[in-house]
């Protein structure tokens, strides 16, 4: 049977019934879950969120469609993966998404999470992690050095560390895609890290059975996009601000919203390529562009392994102020 032609008016019609049906979709997927424990996939390095996350849980502040389509993605990605492995190279994955926890001394678990799965190879079971990333990210890590480099693959270190420490394996895989094909990262099982973080977390447990939290500490780079930022921030946010009234001042600032989406882009650009001449001491690109490396040594001291006894005497206390911008209408 044939159709009528489409007019104009339904194609506009039909593409605001997909965008409206797709958000309510995602919309109803979105929500809160309460926590007992610390999870090994969400250990931050703020102290202040740890605490929150359990105690204040359902204060949390609810994400928004488009980062839910990015977690949907993620997951059918990690599905995709596996049968990219499995059908197409005869892998086979067992125990996947197992639990584990993370007990005290005292036998309480602190820390619980899940592992992706394990792939059989030699009669073993070798656990593996899998994390999907836009295309500047995945050719940006090519090490585990590359993970350290910002705050949410550092928390992926930090997964994988303690389902290691947890049970009791040497190591372990990250596969990391673009949604096209994978890359393959080993990780070893790091003693030092892990106790770092395990008392780390028993301290923290300490003050979340106490009902306490630790003093808020500005960093832009954690701060800004947290879903606490509304209770840690309270008390700053309440007291009485200046109204400053001046257009060139308010010009200055809405030209700088306009180019945090072009900083974001330049420093992910910057970091790709430079990760792509890593340890090639000097090259040329084309006829306008030279590349030059050098390599230099420093020192520094592992404060985090001192005992507390060795640093009092030289802490010392510095007064700073530290300037959060945050644009409050349209």
């Known amino acids: 049977m044939p159709y009528a032609y489409a007019t104009y008016e339904d194609a506009a019609s039909l593409a605001d019934h997909i965008v409206s049906r797709r958000n309510d979709v995602l919309s109803k997927k979105i929500s809160r879950y309460p ?10 390095e703020c102290d202040r969120y740890m605490i929150h996350s359990v105690l204040d849980w359902d204060k949390r502040e609810l994400h928004d469609v488009g980062l839910q389509a990015i977690f949907d993605a993620g997951n059918k990605e990690e599905e ?8 197409e190279l005869g892998l086979e994955f067992v125990e996947t998404q197992a639990p584990f926890e993370i007990k005290n001394n005292k036998g309480e678990v602190i ?9 059989l190879w030699n009669g073993k079971a070798v656990p593996v992690e899998i994390k999907s990333m836009n295309e500047n990210s995945f050719n940006m890590i090519n090490s585990l050095d590359d993970f350290k480099k910002k705050p949410l693959y550092r928390r992926y270190l930090r997964q994988m560390q303690l389902y290691l420490y947890g049970n009791n394996q040497e190591a372990g895989l990250f596969i990391i895609s673009n949604f096209r094909t994978e890359k393959l990262i080993l990780v070893t099982l790091d003693y030092g890290e892990c106790e770092y973080i395990i008392s780390r977390l028993e301290r923290l447990w300490e003050m979340k059975k106490a009902g306490q939290y630790p003093e808020p500490e500005y960093r832009p780079e954690l701060c800004d996009r947290c879903p606490f930022s509304s209770l840690c921030l309270a008390d700053v946010e309440n007291k009485p601000a200046d109204f400053i009234n001046n257009e060139a001042l308010e010009e200055m600032l809405e030209r700088r919203e306009q180019l945090i989406p072009s900083k974001k882009e330049y420093e992910d650009l910057d970091e790709q390529i430079k990760s792509t001449f890593k340890e090639i001491p000097h090259a040329f690109v084309g006829t306008r562009f030279e590349i030059i490396n ?5 020192k520094s001291y592992d404060t985090k392994a001192m005992p507390d006894e060795i640093k009092k005497p030289y802490e010392r206390e510095t007064a700073y102020w530290r300037t959060t911008i945050k644009k409050i209408g349209d």
């Open 35 to 44: 926590k007992r424990a610390f999870t090994c996939s969400d250990i931050s």
């Open 111 to 119: 820390a619980s999470g899940k592992i992706d799965g394990k792939i």
């Open 80 to 87: 995709n993966v596996k049968a990219r492995l499995g059908y």
């Open 294 to 298: 050098k390599q230099f040594v420093k």
